[in-house]
Structures are given as C-alpha cells and as structure tokens.
C-alpha cells in the first residue's frame, strides 16, 4: 500500500470511530498564563524618534520596547494575575487632557500631522484595569517641512 493509501485508510477508520482528525485539547488544558509569582518589576525602553523620517517627512516613529512586561489587548480585572504580565500603552501628546491605548505591542508609536514645533510624548505602561506601572517622556522637534518629501 502507497503511504497516501495508508494515511487515507487511516484517516477513513479514525473517521468511523467518531475520533476528529483535528481534535481540540481537552478544557482542563494547561495555558500559557500562570500566576504572578516574584516576578522582575516591568520595564519601559523608549527611544528618540527615528531622524530621517521625522525631518524629511515630519512623522514621528518613536520605538519602544517592555522587559518583564507583554503588550496585549487584555483588559479588565481577569487579566491582572496573569504572568508573565501583560497590559497596554497609555500614549498623550503634548499634556493634551486626551490620550488614547496602544494594545497592539508593535515596537512603535507612529505620529503624523503633528504641527511643526517642539513636541512631548508620555507613554505609560498600564495594567489591564488602566493603573499606570511607570512611564517614560519623550521630546522632539517637528521641522517645517516644504511639502516636496513623500
């Protein structure tokens, strides 16, 4: 018998026998989350914005980086005890009294349409229930730019 013969003979009696071929694990399954236990406290690392896209194009790209610290869209309190731990971003410009989340954990913070100027950008760590962990403030200028980069 051919090995496919053999696979499809095989899948054909685990078929008849009720046994899914992609069968899901079990609910009681072990996951990734484990409880916080003495865990290192988290840490925020924020760069400068990159140069050449804030001076040619005036677009601030601000990378970052967490240590003890996961980026995820969790929120709310069934989220706090997990390990290692995980929360969001709070970003606010310029003591603006608004900020928005990033839960996304992509390594940067993109502005665009900034006026040209100088310019602050807090970004928070933040638990699931929105407790800040620490910070860090970044401050750049924004040059005028005469439109011609794209």
């Not at 696979?7 to 008849?16: G, N, R």
């Not at 840490?43 to 990378?63: C, E, K, N, S, Y």
């Amino acid at each position: 018998m051919t090995t496919f013969a053999t696979a499809l003979a095989t899948a054909a009696f685990l078929l008849a026998a009720g046994t899914p071929l992609h069968a899901q694990p079990p609910q009681h399954a072990a996951t990734q989350f484990l409880p916080i236990k003495n865990e290192p406290a988290p840490r925020l690392f924020v760069d400068q914005p990159l140069v050449r896209p804030l001076i040619t194009r005036g677009v601030a790209i601000i990378p970052y980086r967490a240590e003890n610290f996961r980026i995820l869209p969790v929120f709310g309190a069934g989220a706090t005890d997990v390990s290692p731990r995980a929360g969001h971003l709070h970003v606010s410009i310029d003591d603006l009294p608004w900020r928005w989340a990033d839960a996304g954990g992509t390594g940067a913070i993109v502005l665009t349409g900034l006026p040209p100027g100088e310019h602050k950008v807090l970004i928070e760590m933040a638990t699931p229930e929105h407790e800040v962990l620490g910070g860090k403030l970044v401050k750049f200028t924004v040059p005028a730019t005469d439109g011609s980069h794209h």
